[in-house]
C-alpha cells in the first residue's frame, strides 16, 4: 500500500515571499503519478500540478513549481510570489500508474498568505 | 477544464432517514467516479470507486449496505446514505475521471452532510 505524508499541517507566508510545502511518500512502484491539490475554502478541489515519475524534470505551472527527488521518494510545492488567493488546504496525492485514477491522499498543509 | 458538479451542497437530516447525494459530470462523460469523505480539517478518504453499468467497488471499511451507490449513466454517480446517524455527519466529494487523455480526475463542489 501506499502512504504520503505531508508533514507541516499549517504554514503561513508573506504576500509576493516564496513557500514550499513538503510531502514525502512511500511506496514500491516504480510507474506513477504524483499530485499537489488546493482546496479552498470554497471546498472544491482544483489540481495544481501533477508529475510523472518517469520524467526527471520538475513540472512547472507559472508560479507552482515542483522538487521530484525519486530516490528519496520527496516531492515538493514551491509557490512563488504569493498571492492572497493561493489561501487554501493543498494535498499531495499519489496514483499508481494503471490504477484506475485511484488517488491517495496525504493529510494535507493549510497555508495563509499574509497582506 | 471540465466540471463536476454535485447537488445538494448541504443537506440536514433527521437521524434514520435516508439521504441522496447526486454527482454529475456535466460536459464530459465519465465511465468511472470515486467518492470521498471528509472530516474537518482531515484529509479525504476514498469510500468507493463506482463504475457506469457494475457495482460499485468499497474500500475496506466501508458499509456497502450503508452507502449506496448507483452509476446508471456515464454522466451520473448517486450515493445514498441510508439510515443516517450523527456520525456519519460529514463532507462528502466525488471526483470524475476523464475517460480520455491523461484521464486527469475532476472533483465536485462537495456535500455537507449534518445528521441530527
Redesign the interface.
Known sequence: AQTVTQSQPEMSVQEAETVTLSCTYDTSESNYYLFWYKQPPSRQMILVIRQEAYKQQNATENRFSVNFQKAAKSFSLKISDSQLGDTAMYFCAFMKNNAGNMLTFGGGTRLMVKP | GAVVSQHPSRVICKSGTSVKIECRSLDFQAT?M?WYRQFP??????MA?SNEGSKATYEQGVEKDKFLINHASLTLSTLTVTSAHPEDSS?Y?C?A?LSTGA???F????SRLTVL
Open positions: 468511472t470515486f480539517k482531515k484529509s479525504l478518504m476514498l470507486t463532507f466529494i471526483s475521471r484521464g486527469e480526475l472533483f465536485g463542489e462537495g
